[in-house]
């Protein structure tokens, strides 16, 4: 369950990095926390992959958040 959390979280965090980068871009600002994000998106995402020895599917993302999710609004 701990690698499911950590992919829900990291694709949460990867989402909301692209308006980040694309305000950073539009704005003519270095993208230092839309790069940030992405760090950390990545990170969450490959340690969900490492800690899950079947790893995930695309097929499967759908489950995997719904799972989280009715795990924590229960």
């Known amino acids: 369950m701990q690698a499911d959390l950590y992919l ?3 694709s949460i965090v990867g989402l909301l990095a692209v308006p980040a980068l694309l305000s950073a871009f539009a704005h ?3 993208p230092r926390a839309g ?3 992405v760090l950390i998106s990545g990170g969450l995402i490959a340690l ?3 800690q899950n020895p ?3 599917t695309v097929e499967q993302l759908p489950a995997v958040f719904a799972r989280v999710i009715d ?3 229960k």
């Open 28 to 30: 003519g600002h270095a």
């Open 35 to 37: 790069a940030i994000m």
């Open 54 to 56: 079947r790893g995930y």
């Open 8 to 10: 829900v979280i990291g």
């Open 48 to 50: 969900a992959v490492m």
């Open 71 to 73: 795990h924590y609004i």
